[in-house]
């Protein structure tokens, strides 16, 4: 037998319609979506950025603040905690963990009593504690 005689005759007829099939389906140019499902969170403004990192990055510059910074190593020298930012009548010591914080907890009705003999002390403030790893420097005002 010839490999030619096995051949379906209907075989090109029946592809050629599939194929015109298809091509009817398909219809030319870019496909467009409808209306997409919003995945992404609303993106904030660059104002709304920028001021969140002035309001991390800056202190306000304060006279009690500076002068607490030149003498807190002569007031406290067995404090475990420096002096680490003043914020809206707030005074920020930092410590470096949980412990030293619990510890220092107690002593910081004390800590503002003396704070507060300061002349440039403001008439109303108040101290809290946070936690850094890496303990801050107290820096040097001359």
Not at 12 to 18: I, M, N, V
Not at 68 to 97: D, H, I, M
Not at 113 to 131: H, Q, Y
Request: hydrophobic fraction near 40%; charge should be positive.
């Amino acid at each position: 037998m010839n490999c030619m005689s096995r051949v379906d005759p209907n075989k090109q007829r029946r592809d050629a319609e599939a194929r015109r099939r298809l091509a009817m389906k398909i219809t030319p140019g870019l496909p467009v979506d409808s209306d997409v499902v919003e995945t992404r969170v609303p993106v904030p403004t660059m104002a709304k950025l920028v001021d969140g990192l002035l309001d991390v990055l800056l202190t306000e510059k304060s006279a009690f603040f500076d002068e607490v910074c030149a003498k807190w190593n002569e007031t406290f020298p067995n404090v475990a905690a420096c002096p680490g930012r003043w914020q809206s009548g707030r005074l920020f010591l930092y410590v470096r963990s949980s412990g030293q914080l619990f510890a220092l907890r107690p002593k910081l009705s004390s800590i503002k009593k003396t704070l507060s003999t300061f002349p440039t002390a403001p008439k109303r403030f108040t101290v809290g504690l946070e936690i850094h790893s890496q303990q801050t420097k107290v820096r040097n005002i001359k």
